[in-house]
Nanobody, 112 residues
Framework: QVQLVESGGGLVQAGGSLRLSCAASGRTFSNSAMAWFRQAPGKEREFVATINWNGGSTRYADFVKGRFTISRDNAKNTVFLQMNSLKPEDTAVYYC?????WGQGTHVTVSS
C-alpha cells in the first residue's frame, strides 16, 4: 500500500506563492503518474494537475494554467506543486494522488 504525505500548505495573501510537496512511500512511485486534486469547502474534489512517470508530460485544469506548475523528483519519491499568483478561490484542501491512493491533504488558505 502506498502512503502519501502532503506538506507545504498555509495562509498566504492573494498574489502570493506556495509550494506543496507530496512524499510517497513504496516502489510504485517512479513508474506511476501522479496528480494533485483539491476540495474547497462545500464543493466536490476537483482535478488540478497531473504529471507522467518521468516528468515529461503534464496537464493542468484550465483554472490553474499559467499559475501552477507540477514537477517530481523520482530520486526522492516526491511530487511538487508550485502555486503562484494565488487567488482567494484557490482556497481548498489539496490532495496528492497516486493510482487509488490519497494523502491526508494540506490546507491552503488565500486571503484577499
Amino acid at each position: 500500500q502506498v502512503q502519501l504525505v502532503e506538506s507545504g500548505g498555509g495562509l498566504v495573501q492573494a498574489g502570493g506563492s506556495l509550494r506543496l510537496s507530496c512524499a510517497a512511500s513504496g516502489r510504485t512511485f517512479s513508474n506511476s503518474a501522479m496528480a494533485w486534486f483539491r476540495q474547497a469547502p462545500g464543493k466536490e474534489r476537483e482535478f488540478v494537475a497531473t504529471i507522467n512517470w518521468n516528468g515529461g508530460s503534464t496537464r493542468y485544469a484550465d483554472f490553474v494554467k499559467g499559475r501552477f506548475t507540477i514537477s517530481r523528483d523520482n530520486a526522492k519519491n516526491t511530487v511538487f506543486l508550485q502555486m503562484n499568483s494565488l487567488k482567494p478561490e484557490d482556497t481548498a484542501v489539496y490532495y496528492c494522488n497516486l493510482r487509488t491512493s490519497w494523502g491526508q491533504g494540506t490546507h491552503v488558505t488565500v486571503s484577499s
